[in-house]
């Protein structure tokens, strides 16, 4: 709760627990087994930022986090604490927040789309988990796409890009090593398992602009960005990365701004651990780096997981403000991560931490957070402020209308396809004179059938045609590239949510597309890829 100019995270009998606005970016831990409470912290600490004019995003891997949407109700439980603290008297009141609500599956909130290009090989290698000489040939296919001007916008242009590597490694090996195969082939078909998780879907475009994540609505208050993770958490490769993804380019766009008076926006990584389960020491130390430096960006980070254990030394280290919910201590596993959890707090002279961490009840918490000096507060056990918002998910009716409402709807809503790395590289080879020659027999032959096969099709089978334009060029019936298109995946599969569109309309569209591209083919000319290869 926001109260004279401070937030309020927590109370007992003898003192309140305040967190600074200008430490806020001094990022923190919520930590805690299931059930104990921190989905409540969460609540709590993202309205307060709102309050405060900060933007905040974080990750809703059960539903319930909706409820920021909705103005809260009384609960037998939130009454006593809010009399028992004098919360009415410091400004506590029931009331809705400003959510934007996403989805990087576009069911429960706007789709969320990066293109492949802007997440770099690093990352993507990540989520395929390749091997380095796998990762080897990726790189090299992303290098030979930035310098040739072919952009790599979704799945089909990087299978489009591994073949035409492949097919021509003759040119590349000498510049850039060795490209085998058989790297090429594990790639594919680890691309395969991510077309099965999503990734169509997520790698695709309009493109993610991340300032629409930092904005404050008509009152001052900052948005609350909520990613519906529901679905997305059975891929954690995915989540992991697009979070790891978002907070680089953050880092990377941002400028510096220096020591603030609020941070200007605020990360929650829920499910912290698969970030970093798994995790090479040449990753480990980028993500330290990250962590360490992204505070003069006024970027304020909370990881949330279960045991400051799942936390690499080097990133806990710099969690300044902490909230520790109750452990469970019924194996030696246990045992150790509650004295792990217990070490990482100033300890307070009135009781045993170590002791307090398995007694504590839901919704109470061993709370510590910087003081003025920037030096972290002794451990208080406090009972952490009830969330002003609803205690819940929302129904879909309100869901669906507050996504009707949403300003971001137009921009973000239809899927886009534009000419990239696929469709040039197939008008490449229709354009090809000597194409029958280049390609191999038995594919000519694969060729001949499936055109003999198209015009055995009854009339009554066939679609329907629309009537020729005057001077129109007469199309083949069918298409070299129509039969690539096919085998490579590409088709005539769509993609997202694609609107109905007049001919004119179409026109125009492709002219801007095309206009479009000419120039992001020029600026990729120039691409620089950041910490984790993704474009800067």
């Known amino acids: 709760m926001f109260a004279d100019e401070k937030i ?8 309140d627990v305040y967190l600074l606005p200008k430490l806020a970016n001094r990022h923190g831990l919520i930590a805690g087994a299931t059930g104990t409470g921190k989905t409540i912290t969460l609540k709590t600490l993202a309205e307060s930022f709102s309050d405060m004019g900060v933007p905040v995003f974080l990750a809703d891997m059960k539903g319930d986090i909706s409820g920021l949407a909705k103005i809260g109700s009384e609960t037998e ?57 796998q990762q ?79 904005r404050v609505d008509e009152n001052g208050k900052g948005v609350i960005n909520i990613l519906d993770s529901q679905k997305l958490s059975l891929s954690p490769e995915i989540y992991s990365t697009f979070l790891l993804w978002m907070l680089s380019n953050l880092f990377e766009n941002l400028p510096e701004v220096g020591d603030m008076d609020k941070p200007k926006f605020v990360f929650f990584f829920d499910e912290a651990h698969l970030l970093f389960d798994d995790m090479s020491a040449e990753f480990g130390k980028k993500i330290e780096q990250i962590v360490r430096l992204i505070r003069s960006k006024g970027v304020g980070l909370y990881f949330i997981s279960q045991s400051p254990a799942d936390i690499p030394d080097d990133i806990l280290a710099q969690l300044g ?11 030696p596993k246990d045992q150790k991560a509650v004295k792990v959890a217990a070490d990482t707090f100033r300890p307070n002279p009135e009781f045993k931490t170590e002791d307090v961490i398995s007694e504590l009840g839901i919704g109470q918490a061993l709370v510590s957070v910087l003081d003025e ?70 594919d000519v032959q694969i060729i001949e059938e499936a055109k003999a096969q198209r015009q055995e099709i009854p009339e009554s089978q066939a679609p329907a045609e629309e009537a020729p334009q005057e001077e129109a060029p007469q199309q083949p019936a069918f298409g070299l590239g129509e039969i690539i298109g096919t085998v490579m995946g590409g088709g005539q599969a769509q993609k997202g949510r694609r609107a109905k569109k007049s001919e004119a309309q179409k026109m125009a569209e492709r002219a801007a597309s095309q206009a479009a591209n000419t120039v992001a083919r020029e600026v990729t000319r120039g691409i620089m890829r950041g910490l984790f290869g993704q474009m800067k």
């Open 321 to 331: 403000n902490r909230v520790q919910h109750a452990l469970h201590a019924y194996t």
């Open 77 to 133: 439980k939130i009454k006593t604490n809010v009399d028992k603290y004098g919360l009415a008297q410091k400004g506590f009141r029931y009331q809705a927040y400003p959510v934007e609500f996403w989805d990087l599956f576009g069911q429960k909130g706007l789709p969320v789309r990066v293109t492949l290009s802007e997440m770099g090989p690093t990352l993507l290698g990540k989520i395929l988990n390749l091997s380095e000489a």
């Open 136 to 214: 080897g040939v990726l790189n090299i296919v992303f290098r030979v796409a930035d310098e040739e001007s072919l952009l790599i916008i979704d799945i089909k242009d990087l299978k489009s890009m591994i073949k035409y590597v492949v097919d021509n490694k003759d040119r590349f090996e000498s510049q850039y090593g060795a490209i085998a195969d058989k790297s090429a082939n594990t790639i594919l078909r680890s691309l395969l398992t991510l077309e099965d998780q999503g990734g169509n879907e997520f790698f695709f475009e309009p493109s993610l602009e991340l300032n629409d994540f930092i």
């Open 8 to 15: 309020l995270i927590g109370c007992n009998e003898n003192t």
């Open 373 to 442: 000096k920037g030096v972290p507060g002794m451990v208080e056990k406090v009972d952490i402020v009830p969330p002003q918002s609803f205690i819940g998910p929302i129904d879909d009716a309100m869901r669906s209308e507050l996504l009707d409402l949403s300003e971001l709807k137009g921009k973000y809503w239809d899927a886009v396809d534009p000419e990239s790395a696929y469709e040039i590289l197939l008008n490449k080879i229709d354009s090809n004179p000597n194409i029958e020659s280049e390609v191999p027999k038995e």
